[in-house]
């Protein structure tokens, strides 16, 4: 008699070009797996692995899915009705969510978003000083979950004073060092704020997707699910007082100081503003094949095609050769056949096909 089982609703399988994965968005893990096991696994009901004719395969596929606690067994069919599925529904109520300044920004700002319910603010400061602690003081008061800080140049001989000044301001959960000569990216944990170090400009950061921006947890991957992860609810005050929807944005909805408060939250409120924020990656070239699409967080700004959304610049990760661009043998999207335009997604199969075994030696 053949055993049943059930996949754990917060481990939610997502297939890409190439291959799928497995989200484990409660322990933040994920696991590969091929298409083919996408398409057995995807499933509120009892998995049919009878679909797997080797035997040896379907085997292993059943222990591995065991020990990761992504499959659990029942003793009958019944059972099944003592599982809620996992709804992947975004509830959010608040339109505006977070907000981007920089550490210079017009104290009028805050008066404008004094009575919103914000889940973080990013402050971006060429150093820390006195004025980003004022601005962090006016910060305090405000209704919000978290702060990020991003500081565009390291001091490393005031960082442990630095570092105990941070930590006085309860709301900071993470602060990012640029510039940081000669070390690689490292993560430090003091009094539950993370100081994160990057050798690379905070310039170079901003605009490029790599591995330490992907984010699998319960509340991202409803968020990537349904809306765009970037954009959604976001707000950027640039250092000139554009009002935009992001870091990378050139479009300005209007200048902070000639702007009231009902005219700001009109703004932000409006669908023209919201338009990047409602995009599903599903309805994004190139991003709708791309397994991590529910995980990433791109800045890049989307352009309306003809059909689908599509960037113009492309993404450090090429799902059609399952490659990042740091990684041995990458080749860019045109040079491995697949070309990106307004008309769409045009792939040069044979082409495709002659680098993909080429890069995994197939």
């Known amino acids: 008699m053949n055993k049943l089982f059930l996949r754990n609703q917060l481990c939610i399988p997502v297939m890409g070009y190439n291959r799928a994965i497995i989200y484990d968005i409660i322990r933040k893990d994920y696991f590969f797996i091929p298409n083919a096991h996408y398409a057995i696994l995807d499933?509120?009901?009892?998995i049919n692995f009878n679909k797997i004719t080797d035997q040896?395969?379907?085997a292993e596929l059943i222990d591995f899915l065991l020990k990761e606690e992504i499959i659990f067994e029942i003793t009958d069919r019944k059972q099944k009705k003592r599982f809620k599925s996992f709804s992947r529904s975004l509830d959010?109520?608040?339109l505006l969510t977070n907000v981007i300044v920089h550490s210079d920004i017009d104290p009028v700002f805050f008066d404008f978003i004094k009575d919103e319910y914000l889940l973080n603010v990013s402050i971006i400061a060429p150093q820390v000083d006195d004025r980003l602690f004022s601005l962090l003081a006016k910060i305090d008061i405000l209704e919000i979950d978290s702060i990020y800080l991003y500081i565009e140049n390291f001091d490393q001989e005031n960082f442990e004073t630095t570092r105990q000044l941070i930590s006085n301001h309860r709301l900071i959960f993470s602060v990012n060092f640029f510039n940081v000569a000669g070390q690689a990216q490292t993560t430090q944990l003091h009094q539950n704020i993370y100081f994160n170090f990057f050798e690379?400009?905070?310039s170079t950061y901003k605009t490029k997707l790599t591995t330490d921006k992907l984010s699998l947890n319960n509340e991202h991957?409803?968020?990537a699910y349904n809306v765009h992860s970037y954009y959604h609810g976001k707000v950027y005050i640039d250092q000139e007082g554009n009002v935009k929807n992001g870091l990378n944005n050139i479009y300005s909805f209007g200048k902070l100081k000639m702007l009231t408060k009902d005219l700001f939250l009109n703004t932000v409120y409006?669908?023209?503003?919201?338009?990047l924020g409602n995009i599903n990656k599903n309805d994004t070239l190139v991003c709708?094949?791309?397994e991590f699409r529910y995980m990433c967080v791109d800045s890049r700004v989307p352009v309306k095609g003809d059909e689908k959304w599509y960037h113009q610049t492309e993404c450090a990760y090429n799902p059609y050769l399952s490659k990042w661009d740091d990684e041995e043998n990458y080749i860019n999207l045109k040079d491995c056949g697949v070309t990106i335009s307004s008309t769409g997604c045009a792939i040069d199969q044979q082409k495709l096909s002659y680098h993909f075994n080429k890069t995994w030696a197939v």
């Open 43 to 46: 499933t509120n009901d009892v």
């Open 56 to 58: 040896e395969e379907k």
């Open 92 to 94: 959010r109520p608040n």
């Open 200 to 202: 690379e400009e905070f």
């Open 221 to 223: 991957f409803l968020e």
């Open 270 to 275: 409006s669908e023209k503003f919201r338009e």
């Open 288 to 290: 709708c094949d791309c």
